[in-house]
């Protein structure tokens, strides 16, 4: 049975329907941490590359960005999307570089993610050049109708108390990391200075089917998924389609508010 935890069996959904979404925040965020033209950027924690595809723009031909991941089929999903863009395997804790090798890093929707967000901190340091920055985002907003609809449809089959621990495990630091004065701690904890953060409101418009489709990415969607089976599974969509169409209009809006930290090594 594939494991819940990992985004492998989601990724062609999520390259579908949420990458060009986070294709936004990840120009807000790439602007953010300004890197050089001609400079190096790591971006931890890439998906399919999104967010390394914005750096790229930026930085230019003379320049270079690459997107890291643990997730093997969001990188085959981001090759296929963006064969020229420069992906590669790992893990924010060890990462395959020397000391001292990007201008700037970014992680984009990662940190909450970590379970060690120090940990990961003091390796994306431990790449970066004297004066170099580091910028991070999180989801901050409350939960709206949307979630609402989608997490009474969840435990309408699974039990809420079986939900806390998926929540938990797929994002620890999801609540702390909603603060925006948490992620300046954060980086400051690290040894990161000159901090600052900001928050940005998005609204993303999604068909209903788009919505529901990529519901199966979230990480509660995976769980369900896991535990109905493919096909219970697709009966569970169509109920979730079904009330999806009944309470929104179509398409609906999605409002989602970030917060970005940047800070910089000295």
Known sequence: MNDWTSYDEVAKTY?????????????????????????RLLDVGTGTGVCAAAAREVVGNGGLAVGVDMSLGMLAAGHRARPDLALAAAVAVDLPFRDGTFDAVTANFVMSHFRSYKTALADMKRVMR?????????????RDDLQSAWNEQVQSVVPREMLEPVWKQASPWHDLFSDRRALE??????GFR???SEQHEYRFSYSIE??????????TGRFVRQMLGETSWE?????????FNER???????????VMGVGTKT
């Open 130 to 142: 004297p004066g170099a920055r580091v910028a991070v985002s999180a989801w901050a907003d409350a």
């Open 210 to 219: 788009e919505f529901v489709t990529g519901l199966e990415s979230w990480a």
């Open 194 to 196: 000159h901090l600052r």
């Open 185 to 190: 701690e954060a980086l400051r904890d690290s």
């Open 15 to 39: 390259e579908r329907v949420h990458a060009p979404h986070m294709a936004i925040p990840a120009q807000d965020l790439v602007a953010l941490v300004d890197p050089p033209t001609g400079g």
């Open 235 to 243: 009966s569970f969509k169509e109920r979730v389609r079904a009330a």
């Open 248 to 258: 929104f209009a179509d398409p609906l809006n999605d409002f989602r508010t970030v």
